[in-house]
């Protein structure tokens, strides 16, 4: 699916092989992919390919995995059997720009060796990922060490919002049994702020996934300095769930993500655990409101000092106390629905 701009080959055939004295192929104009070497009768080979500066969005294939501009620059070599090679490799990408936004370089090195292929290098951030060609075995490890994400978020479009990022993410499994996968997450920092306002913080996050099981070790996240998420529990992917969240979130946050909340204040605290099939978990929980106060979307009125509690069971949702104002008036609300997941039944 490539369209070339040419195509030219200089080569002959002597003593059992065929040698390429010079392959080019041009994308664009002055951009050629260059190969030289031998192909053998016995399925032997010696091949090298060089091609500097490519642009990225000439190429056809990179498109859905690249949505951006950069020079492509690649030298590889490949000796041996041409069912099985050793090939010695590198890449890399400069002059990187997504949605207007400059990314640093990527710089990776290609080995394969008896179908045993590595890949490492730099992405903003360290990797080492391999992979069994036959098998279908892989391995990554991505290291990060105050790797800034500003440039990712202005690639998707989201200049405002920017952070920093340490620790690792490990990976193992087979390509062919994507949902038997392992993983595990560990950081020791996430900051992640809009504008100059710190959003999150974090310097204890561990996450792991063994044998479709999620296991929250250590998820402690303070948001815009005063509030905090904590959670802890395990979870089967399609079967049982036991976490435990308590949280302190102030509705300030929501003015960061949604004008319509853009004079929201006070604070929802909300504790409790999750249980039960994760197709249809069952939630037992505490929600209590503190002093909220927001223009309400759509109405235009004010409401103010909104405070009281909701509990949520398995079957029942309870308000306690709920009291506040909208504009000059006042109301309040005590009851009880009976609920099948979420679903009133009276």
């Not at 041009?26 to 032997?44: A, H």
């Not at 020791?188 to 929250?216: G, H, M, T």
């Not at 959670?231 to 949280?247: F, L, M, Q």
Request: glycine share 8%; with cysteine; net charge negative.
């Amino acid at each position: 699916g490539q369209s070339l701009k040419t195509l030219s080959l200089d080569g002959r055939f002597r003593e059992h092989r065929f040698w390429i004295d010079r392959l080019s192929a041009e994308f664009n104009q002055g951009e050629p992919v260059i190969v030289n070497g031998w192909l053998g009768v016995d399925k032997t080979a010696d091949l090298k390919l060089k091609a500097e500066g490519l642009a990225v969005s000439q190429i056809n294939y990179l498109k859905d995995y690249f949505p951006g501009e950069g020079k492509l620059n690649v030298d590889v070599s490949a000796q041996g059997n041409i069912e099985n090679p050793d090939v010695d490799g590198r890449l890399t990408v400069t002059d990187i720009k997504v949605n207007d936004q400059a990314l640093e370089n990527i710089d990776l090195n290609l080995t394969l060796r008896d179908m045993q292929a590595r890949l490492q290098g730099y992405l903003n951030f360290r990797m080492d990922a391999g992979c069994d060609l036959r098998q279908g075995d892989f391995d990554a490890h991505l290291t990060f060490d105050d790797t800034e994400t500003a440039a990712y978020f202005k690639a998707v479009g989201r200049p405002e919002l920017h952070g920093t990022l340490t620790g690792d993410v490990q990976a193992d499994g087979n390509f062919r049994d994507m949902a038997n996968a392992s993983a595990r997450v560990a950081l020791s920092e996430l900051n992640l702020s809009f504008e100059d306002i710190p959003l999150v913080q974090s310097d204890r996050v561990a996450l792991a996934l063994s044998d479709q099981k999620v296991s929250i070790d250590s998820l402690d996240v303070s948001i815009l300095t005063e509030g905090h998420l904590r959670a802890k529990g395990d979870a089967i992917i399609g079967g049982p769930a036991a976490v435990e969240i308590d949280s302190r979130i102030p509705l300030a946050v929501a003015r960061q993500f949604s004008d319509a909340f853009g004079d929201a204040s006070g604070w929802v605290m909300l504790k409790g655990d999750i249980s039960g099939e994760t197709k249809r978990p069952q939630f037992n929980a505490r929600l209590d409101l503190e002093n909220i106060a927001m223009t309400v979307p759509g109405l235009q009125q004010q409401l103010r000092d909104l405070n009281g509690s909701i509990d949520v069971s398995a079957t029942r949702i309870h308000t306690d106390g709920i009291k506040g104002y909208l504009d000059t008036g006042s109301f309040s609300l005590t009851g009880t629905v009976d609920h099948d997941h979420f679903e009133p039944v009276s």
